[in-house]
């Protein structure tokens, strides 16, 4: 799977499942299929920290991943490893700030997904549309599941980037929980995107379902009330 129009990015996006060897107690890879089979419709190998893997068993990891999401139709995201999706030819890559220029690698990636890592409305409206295919916005409330994490923001900023009219598709991230799932797509994500919610469930299918289920309630409800506005609107 390549580029996606973005209505189908979207949906990619609801409930998107980040993580690496670092975040799970077990096999990665059944983690994966676990929440796969919850309902998970985006996943990102992110293999960072101290004791992440490197070269060939990162690889090799990288590519049992892929293989599952693949099983699934689900596409597989790499993190700042541009020569890594290439060599598994993984549909995307996301980077940050921080990270190899979006415009060298979108030159390299051809039409894989590309995500970007956005902090603030100014980073937002410097993202090039022509480049980036979706905006990973964060951290929305504080983690501790990366170590370099800027100040929480609230998800006020996701709201402010729908006001000015931001279009680039929105995953929220960062100590995004069961019980805050719904403030971030009330603001206006198109998802979120996590780590410990599943990574740290005792049961990591039980938690990608009921989170699914809670940013597809969420969508739904706000489809609705937007109506609801419009309809006022026109009386
Ligand atoms: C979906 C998503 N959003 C943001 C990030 C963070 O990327 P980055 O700022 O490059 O930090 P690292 O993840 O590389 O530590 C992400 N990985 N995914
Ligand atoms: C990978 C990552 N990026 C962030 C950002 O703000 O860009 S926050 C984060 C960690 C998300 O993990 P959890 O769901 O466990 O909080
Ligand atoms: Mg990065």
Redesign the pocket.
């Known amino acids: 799977m390549s580029r996606l129009e973005a209505s189908r990015l979207r949906k990619s996006l609801r409930l998107y499942l980040?993580l690496g060897s670092a975040n799970c107690k077990i096999d990665p890879a059944i983690v994966v299929e676990e929440a796969i089979r919850g309902g998970v419709t985006l996943v990102q190998f992110?293999e960072k920290g101290g004791n992440a893997l490197k070269g060939a068993e990162k690889e090799e990891l990288a590519r049992r991943i892929h293989t599952i999401c693949r099983r699934f139709g689900i596409p597989l995201i790499i993190n700042d490893d541009v020569d890594l999706a290439i060599a598994i030819d993984a549909e995307g890559v996301h980077i940050?700030q921080e990270d190899e220029p979006a415009d060298q690698v979108r030159k390299r990636i051809g039409d894989k997904i590309l995500g970007l890592?956005v902090?603030s409305m100014e980073e937002a409206e410097l993202a090039d549309h022509r480049i980036v295919d979706y905006m990973?916005v964060?951290?929305i409330f504080p983690?501790?599941?990366?170590d370099d994490?800027?100040e929480a923001q609230g998800p006020g900023v996701i709201r402010e980037m729908k006001l000015k009219n931001v279009t680039l598709p929105i995953v929220g991230?960062?100590?995004?929980s069961m019980e805050r799932a719904s403030e971030v797509i009330d603001a206006g994500a198109d998802g979120i995107?996590?780590?410990?919610?599943i990574t740290g469930a005792a049961d990591h299918g039980a938690a990608a379902q009921k989170l699914v289920c809670e940013v597809a309630a969420s969508i739904e409800r706000r489809g609705s009330s937007q109506s609801h506005q419009k309809d006022d609107t026109t009386k």
């Not at 983690?143 to 990366?146: C, E, G, V, Y």
């Not at 995107?193 to 919610?197: D, K, L, P, T």
């Open positions: 980040v992110r940050g890592s902090h990973g964060g951290p983690t501790l599941s990366k994490a800027r991230i960062g100590g995004i995107a996590v780590i410990s919610a």
